[in-house]
């Protein structure tokens, strides 16, 4: 069907070693970014040249605005702000839907338009990861998973602090906290809109050539992820309100161990030999620790309100797998940090992460001490760590549908007169 796969393992280059990559709240990979393809081979297929052209210049216009960001990207030293983030970032999401809306015309057809074209995307931080496949399909994948890119990397702009005119710390809007949950479950709409009605589409010849990036559990795990960092979110804005009680505040560290166990599960069983996918799994990996520090500290808690004997035990052992878990997510986000690419370096703590910095350690050893001092003499009354409760998850991926084919696309108006003709003279 037409399908090229060019990647750094078969193409023999020099594969370039990502930059410095700025501050990171929100993981995202390196952008995949479109290059202009060759539309003429629609044209002996009765398509009006006005159609075509629509196709090509809603094409061209994302490629030369995906171009202005990487190379904006490229000059900036601190490229947070810019590359993944600024004002470009905007501008490239207006003509992506109606870009779809064209593409999905050429699927609309029995497939006879389907492998006529071919689609090239490469890596905007290292662009020998290279993949062109000739898939209309392939194309609409690859920009439903680019809207999602761009939706993350604008929760990552909204989420780093920011410095105030007051002189005080830098911190984070409580207007950026809201919006960013929307962005993220914007941006798992896309991705689940993907996984559920493009890639079972996909040729079998395409889905096994797919770039790893595009691969189902990877897009599985950057879903679950934004939801992930939803609930990161909302579970800290639960902190600073006073009228959130602990109750709320464990079922949503609760889900959020839920999601990122999944996506754990999801991007373990990708062969991601990359440096994106390395700094990925570290993401993960720091993210599902860090969530699990937090529903054990909530739950020994809650725990430690019951005056029993065996529930303080309970409680303690809770709060020391919690103090357990917020060590190794330290140890993780360290290793995440210095992994390449390089984040210039961690961003201030903020939100529930430095609440449970602050509060874990001294709350376990508090009640250790109250623990040890209770059963002065006795034995065998340290436990182990409790299990969690089982909370179903409240966040939920935005419902996200492919739009109908542009209304361009009617056959009989886009056959040019002579080739309808044609057509008929052979009846």
Same mark, same amino acid.
């Given at each position: 069907?037409?399908?090229?796969?060019?990647?750094?393992?078969?193409?023999?280059?020099?594969?370039?070693? %990502?930059?410095?990559?700025?501050?990171?709240?929100?993981?995202?990979?390196?952008?995949?970014?479109?290059?202009?393809?060759?539309?003429?081979?629609?044209?002996?297929?009765?398509?009006?040249?006005?159609?075509?052209?629509?196709?090509?210049?809603?094409?061209?216009?994302?490629?030369?605005?995906?171009?202005?960001?990487?190379?904006?990207?490229? *000059?900036?030293?601190?490229?947070?702000?810019?590359?993944?983030?600024?004002? &470009?970032?905007?501008?490239?999401?207006?003509?992506?839907?109606?870009?779809?809306?064209?593409?999905?015309?050429?699927?609309?057809?029995? =497939?006879?338009?389907?492998?006529?074209?071919?689609?090239?995307?490469?890596?905007?931080?290292?662009? &020998?990861?290279?993949?062109?496949?000739?898939?209309?399909?392939?194309?609409?994948?690859?920009?439903?998973?680019?809207?999602?890119?761009?939706?993350?990397?604008?929760?990552?702009?909204? +989420?780093?602090?920011? &410095?105030?005119?007051?002189?005080?710390?830098?911190?984070?809007?409580?207007?950026? *906290?809201?919006?960013?949950?929307?962005?993220?479950?914007?941006?798992?709409?896309?991705?689940?809109?993907?996984?559920?009605?493009? $890639?079972?589409?996909?040729?079998?010849?395409?889905?096994?050539?797919?770039?790893?990036?595009?691969?189902?559990?990877?897009? =599985?795990?950057?879903?679950?992820?934004?939801?992930?960092?939803?609930?990161?979110?909302?579970?800290?804005?639960?902190?600073?309100?006073?009228?959130?009680?602990?109750?709320?505040?464990?079922?949503?560290?609760?889900?959020?161990?839920?999601?990122?166990?999944?996506?754990?599960? =999801?991007?373990?069983?990708?062969?991601?030999?990359?440096?994106?996918?390395?700094?990925?799994?570290?993401?993960?990996?720091?993210?599902?620790?860090?969530?699990?520090?937090?529903?054990?500290?909530?739950?020994?808690? $809650?725990?430690?309100?019951?005056?029993?004997?065996?529930?303080?035990?309970?409680?303690?052992?809770? +709060?020391?797998?919690?103090?357990?878990?917020?060590?190794?997510?330290?140890?993780?986000?360290?290793?995440?940090?210095?992994?390449?690419?390089?984040?210039?370096?961690?961003?201030?703590?903020?939100?529930?992460?430095?609440?449970?910095?602050?509060?874990?350690?001294?709350?376990?050893?508090?009640?250790?001490?109250?623990?040890?001092?209770?059963?002065?003499?006795?034995?065998?009354?340290?436990? *182990?760590?409790?299990?969690?409760?089982?909370?179903?998850?409240?966040?939920?991926?935005?419902?996200?549908?492919? %739009?109908?084919?542009?209304?361009?696309?009617?056959?009989?108006? =886009?056959?040019? *007169?002579?080739?309808?003709?044609?057509?008929?003279?052979?009846?």
């Amino acid at each position: 069907m037409g399908c090229l796969v060019s990647t750094p393992s078969d193409s023999g280059g020099t594969r370039r070693r %990502p930059a410095n990559v700025g501050e990171i709240v929100v993981f995202v990979p390196g952008l995949r970014i479109p290059k202009s393809s060759d539309f003429s081979p629609l044209q002996p297929e009765g398509l009006s040249s006005d159609l075509i052209q629509r196709l090509s210049a809603l094409q061209t216009g994302i490629v030369l605005l995906a171009d202005q960001e990487m190379q904006t990207a490229s *000059k900036s030293k601190k490229k947070t702000a810019t590359r993944h983030g600024g004002s &470009t970032q905007a501008d490239l999401q207006q003509p992506l839907q109606p870009y779809l809306s064209m593409l999905l015309g050429l699927v609309n057809d029995g =497939n006879r338009l389907e492998h006529l074209v071919e689609f090239v995307w490469v890596n905007q931080e290292d662009d &020998t990861e290279k993949t062109g496949m000739s898939s209309a399909w392939y194309e609409v994948l690859s920009v439903l998973h680019f809207m999602a890119m761009l939706s993350l990397s604008e929760a990552n702009a909204l +989420l780093l602090p920011k &410095t105030t005119t007051d002189g005080y710390q830098p911190k984070i809007s409580e207007d950026s *906290k809201r919006n960013s949950v929307d962005i993220f479950l914007k941006a798992a709409g896309y991705l689940d809109c993907a996984i559920q009605n493009v $890639i079972p589409r996909l040729p079998p010849d395409v889905r096994k050539n797919l770039p790893v990036d595009l691969t189902e559990e990877v897009l =599985n795990a950057l879903c679950l992820q934004a939801l992930g960092q939803g609930a990161y979110i909302q579970l800290g804005m639960a902190i600073d309100s006073a009228k959130a009680t602990l109750a709320v505040k464990r079922r949503l560290a609760c889900e959020m161990v839920k999601y990122w166990q999944q996506a754990q599960e =999801n991007i373990m069983n990708v062969s991601l030999a990359s440096y994106w996918g390395d700094k990925h799994r570290l993401f993960i990996k720091w993210k599902y620790a860090e969530a699990k520090a937090a529903a054990y500290y909530f739950h020994g808690l $809650i725990l430690d309100e019951t005056n029993t004997e065996k529930s303080h035990a309970m409680a303690v052992a809770a +709060l020391q797998a919690a103090e357990e878990f917020l060590n190794e997510s330290k140890k993780a986000s360290e290793q995440f940090s210095m992994a390449p690419p390089q984040s210039s370096r961690n961003p201030p703590l903020w939100g529930a992460t430095k609440y449970l910095y602050e509060r874990i350690p001294k709350d376990a050893s508090c009640r250790a001490r109250t623990n040890n001092e209770l059963h002065s003499g006795h034995e065998n009354f340290t436990e *182990k760590a409790p299990p969690l409760p089982d909370f179903p998850v409240a966040l939920k991926p935005d419902d996200f549908s492919l %739009p109908s084919p542009d209304a361009s696309w009617n056959l009989k108006g =886009n056959m040019r *007169k002579e080739q309808i003709g044609e057509t008929r003279s052979q009846f």
